[in-house]
C-alpha cells in the first residue's frame, strides 16, 4: 500500500476553503496521529471555475492548480472531493465513480430526493465509493452519547431533543435556492438522531415562524421551525433550529433514557447562560459559527476519507444514509407547508 495520497479538490468556496485547509494539515503532523504514524503523505490538487481565486487558494495551501474537472480526475487523483454547488453534485460524483476513485460529496446527493435516486442507482451499478460530508459522525460527543447509548449506559431511550442554531441567517440569495431551514440545517440533527439510535424516523409534525428579516419568508422559508419526530418503535423527539440565536451558534443533542440521560454541547462554550443564583458555568467564549463549533470533527472526517481512499475503513456515511436523512427532511417541510403530520417516504 502506498504512503502518497493524491486528493483532488472540485470547489473552493467557504467549505472547500476549510477542507483545503484541513487536508493540506493531514501531513504526517500531529493533526492526525494515525495517518502520521502511517508515515502517510497527502498531496491536493484543486479546481474551480473562479480561476484566480482558486490559484490563489492553491498556494495558501501548497496546492496544485489544475484547470478543469476533467483534467484533474485525468492528472491521476487518488479520490475526489465534491465541495460545489448542490446541483453540480450528481455529476460530479459520476466522473469520479467513471474514474473508479472514492469520492467525497458535502450533502446532499443531489437538489431533492427524487433527483438523488438515480445517482444511487449509479453508483450501485458501478460499485462506486461515495462518502457523504455529515461531519457530526466525527464529533467527540456524539461519539460518545452514541457508545454510551450502544453499551447500554441509558437504558431505553424516551426522549430525545436535538437543537441547532445559527447566531445568524445566510444570504437570502441562499435561502432562496437551499430547500428551506429543514433541508438545509436540521438535516444533519435528522442524520444524526438516525446513525446514533439505529432507528427510522417514520413520522414529521412541524411547525415555524418567521419573526426576523421580512425577507426569509418572501422567499418561502422561515427562520424558526420545531419538528416532532417519531421513531420507529414509538419513541418520540423534538428537533428545533433557528437562524437567529443572538447569543452564538447553538447545537446540542439531549438524549434521556431509563437509566441516563446524556447532553452532547454542554461545555464551557455553550451558547447560554445559566439563570440560577451562584451559577457561573458555561465562562467560555461561545461559538460564533458551525466551522467553529465543528472544526475538529471536518478535520477527523478528511482524515476518514483518507483512510477510507486507503482501503483501512468502512465508509462512515453512505449516500443511502445521506438520501434517508433527506426524505426525512422532505417530510417535514411538507408537515409545515400543510400544517398535518407525515409519515416518512420508505
Request: include cysteine; glycine fraction near 10%; charge should be negative.
Amino acid at each position: 500500500m502506498t504512503n502518497e495520497v493524491t486528493l483532488g479538490l472540485v470547489g473552493v468556496g467557504r467549505i472547500g476553503v476549510m477542507h483545503a485547509n484541513n487536508i493540506s494539515a493531514l501531513n504526517g503532523t500531529e493533526q492526525d496521529r494515525t495517518l502520521a504514524q502511517d508515515g502517510v503523505q497527502v498531496r491536493l490538487k484543486l479546481t474551480d471555475v473562479a480561476e484566480e481565486h482558486a490559484r490563489s487558494v492553491a498556494v495558501s495551501v501548497g496546492a496544485e492548480f489544475v484547470g478543469s474537472v476533467e483534467e484533474l480526475i485525468a492528472s491521476g487523483v487518488d479520490g475526489l472531493v465534491i465541495a460545489t454547488g448542490t446541483a453540480t453534485h450528481p455529476d460530479l460524483i459520476r466522473a469520479g465513480v467513471d474514474a473508479g476513485i472514492p469520492v467525497f460529496c458535502e450533502k446532499p446527493v443531489a437538489v431533492n430526493v427524487a433527483e438523488s435516486v438515480p445517482v444511487l442507482d449509479y453508483i450501485r451499478e458501478k460499485n462506486g465509493v461515495v462518502q457523504i460530508g455529515h461531519q457530526r459522525r466525527f464529533d467527540a460527543g456524539y461519539l460518545e452519547a452514541k457508545r454510551a447509548y450502544e453499551a447500554g449506559e441509558l437504558g431505553w431511550i424516551h426522549s430525545v431533543r436535538a437543537v441547532t442554531c445559527d447566531m445568524t441567517p445566510p444570504p437570502v440569495q441562499f435561502l432562496a435556492t437551499s430547500g428551506g431551514l429543514f433541508r438545509d440545517c436540521s438535516v444533519h440533527d435528522f442524520d444524526i438522531l438516525r446513525w446514533l439510535t439505529g432507528k427510522e424516523i417514520v413520522e414529521v409534525y412541524a411547525k415555524g415562524s418567521n419573526n426576523g428579516d421580512p425577507a426569509i419568508g418572501e422567499v418561502g422559508d422561515v427562520d424558526t421551525a420545531l419538528a416532532v419526530v417519531t421513531f420507529d418503535d414509538g419513541t418520540v423527539g423534538t428537533v428545533s433550529a433557528s437562524r437567529y440565536n443572538g447569543a452564538g451558534h447553538d447545537v446540542r443533542l439531549e438524549l434521556q433514557g431509563s437509566e441516563g440521560s446524556v447532553l452532547v454541547g454542554m461545555d464551557e462554550q455553550m451558547a447560554v447562560r445559566s439563570a440560577e443564583p451562584g451559577v457561573e458555568f458555561p465562562t467560555g467564549t461561545p461559538h460564533l459559527t458551525f466551522a467553529e463549533r465543528f472544526d475538529q470533527a471536518y478535520r477527523s472526517e478528511m482524515s476518514a476519507f483518507v483512510e477510507l481512499v486507503r482501503g483501512q475503513r468502512k465508509n462512515p456515511c453512505t449516500p443511502e444514509d445521506a438520501v434517508a436523512a433527506s426524505k426525512v427532511a422532505d417530510a417535514a417541510q411538507e408537515s409545515l407547508e400543510t400544517g398535518v403530520p407525515v409519515r416518512v417516504a420508505a
